[in-house]
């Protein structure tokens, strides 16, 4: 099937457009995200990936107007359902965070409150955004997306205080919470961070029936490429605050365009990889948003500048490639690396879940 006959996406529920973030200090201001566009339809996933310190949970965090001090949005659009919320006032903003829009966070044990129990956690939620519902229908809601993400005993589990419960645990009350008012948009970041690889895909396989059984949208934030072959239906790669390659995953893993993301999926091991090889690692550290290099900010680390001019005196754009417009790519050389395959999603996703997608 070609690109033109691939059916059309449906408008988007989340729209962000040519987002930038500033970081103002005493000392200095400089810029940390640039340009960042993307687009989220209801039901769909899309997975923002790359390193530490690539900006992903800063545009997060902007979706949800809670960004740290110092940091500000200067420029750009995030259109949620139609409407601005960068124009939006407050109180209309606070009325859909937590309601329409939900944010699961990476520490379960800092985002639960330690002096409320979970029910009182889950029961708050509601009374503040569903005002209507008796007590005993907001404990029901409550027990009810409990045993939506496959804690058993909600009852028990109600009364329960965070410190009582398990990593894993606690991390599906986060999901629960996140879900208790029927969000129709989820932002994770990082969900499964700290929990070991067997919790880890309980929680993932929770948040994805979740999303499925309500058509909510999911922007997954990680540093994980084998949980996006798992989970995605899109993938933006991030790198120095600037998305610089975006499309379908399967897609992006068997033909990817950009050296950076070639590197990330050479940096993992796969089923057709040869038991004696060393994996690949990236040369070089990420780059200090205070201390971009000139031109394209992967330059210092990528094999396939050699010291090209180009590279080191113009910021790549963000473009479409000549065989699919859904398949971004801010390289000047994409052409060049596209020819190259790479591997089957499938490959990626068994070898890091154990089983395929």
């Known amino acids: 099937m070609t690109p033109s006959e691939l059916p059309a996406r449906p408008a988007p529920l989340l729209d962000v457009t040519g987002l930038c973030l500033r970081l ?8 940390v995200i640039t340009g960042v566009s993307f687009s989220l339809s209801a039901g769909e996933t899309l997975c923002i990936v790359g390193e530490s310190g690539s900006g ?18 200067t420029q750009g659009a995030i259109v949620y359902n139609g409407a601005d919320l960068l124009t939006l006032d407050a109180r209309h903003r606070q009325a859909l965070y937590g309601d329409e829009i939900a944010m ?5 044990m800092s985002s639960l409150n330690p002096v409320l129990s979970v029910g009182e956690q889950l029961t708050e939620s509601l009374v503040r955004h569903q ?13 009810q997306v409990l045993s939506q993400v496959g804690i058993r005993d909600a009852e028990v589990k109600m009364r329960s205080y965070p410190h009582e419960l398990s990593g894993g645990l606690c991390q599906r009350i986060l999901i629960a919470l996140a879900l208790v008012n029927h969000p129709r948009l989820i932002i994770a970041d990082e969900p499964t961070t700290a929990l070991d690889v067997t919790v880890q895909a309980q929680v ?6 979740a999303c499925a059984n309500t058509g909510a949208a999911l922007l997954l934030i990680t540093h994980d490429m084998g949980l996006v072959a798992q989970h995605a239906d899109r993938v933006a790669v991030m790198y120095a605050g600037r998305i610089v390659e975006q499309g379908p995953v399967s897609q992006v893993f068997s033909a990817p365009l950009h050296p950076y993301t070639r590197a990330l999926l050479n940096s993992i091991p ?4 040869d038991v004696d090889r060393e994996l690949e690692a990236i040369a070089g550290e990420p780059p200090v948003f205070s201390r971009l290099p000139a031109g394209c900010a992967f330059r210092p680390r990528c094999r396939r500048c050699r010291d090209r001019s180009l590279c080191a005196s113009a910021i790549p754009p963000l473009r479409a490639t000549a ?4 398949h ?5 050389f994409a052409d060049e690396l596209g020819d190259v395959p790479s591997l089957r999603v499938s490959e990626v996703c068994i070898n890091h879940q154990g089983n395929s997608r």
């Open 56 to 73: 992903k949970t800063l545009t997060a965090l902007s979706l949800m107007s809670l960004l740290p001090k110092g940091l500000s949005i």
């Open 24 to 31: 103002a200090t005493r000392r200095e201001a400089y810029p």
């Open 270 to 273: 796969h089923l057709t990889s």
């Open 328 to 332: 971004t790519c801010a390289c000047h």
């Open 323 to 326: 065989g699919d417009p859904a």
């Open 204 to 209: 993932m396989a929770t948040l994805r029936d």
């Open 131 to 143: 005002p209507t519902l008796t007590r005993r229908q907001r404990e029901s809601r409550a027990q």
């Open 104 to 108: 699961i966070f990476q520490d379960p």
